[in-house]
């Protein structure tokens, strides 16, 4: 019995979207989270304390969540290509 193949215009519009949403700037925002983080931490620029509170707990927390959230989104769109080639063929989409 041969696996069930099935695309329709609602997956194929979601793949585009999923492409759109992290080609079109998430990203580059992710990244601008961290440069500002990253200036916030610095006690020669913002000090005080809530300053050290930010830097010693809140930041490290938020980096390494932004960190995981950047090597997902790298390997979402690393699997994009292939899921959008897997999807638009077995529906016969462009």
Do not use: C, Y
């Not at 793949?15 to 020669?44: C, M």
Request: charge should be negative; avoid cysteine; hydrophobic fraction near 35%.
């Amino acid at each position: 019995m041969a696996d069930r193949v099935l695309s329709t215009e609602e997956a194929k519009g979601a793949i585009r979207d999923i492409q759109r949403i992290i080609n079109g700037g998430l990203t580059e925002q992710l990244q601008a989270l961290d440069v500002n983080g990253k200036t916030l931490s610095d006690p020669n620029k913002w000090d005080g304390p809530l300053a050290h509170q930010f830097r010693s707990d809140t930041w490290p927390q938020t980096k390494a969540a932004l960190e995981k959230a950047k090597t997902e989104l790298e390997e979402l769109q690393q699997q994009l290509t292939k899921i959008a080639t897997n999807i638009f063929t077995a529906g016969g989409g462009s």
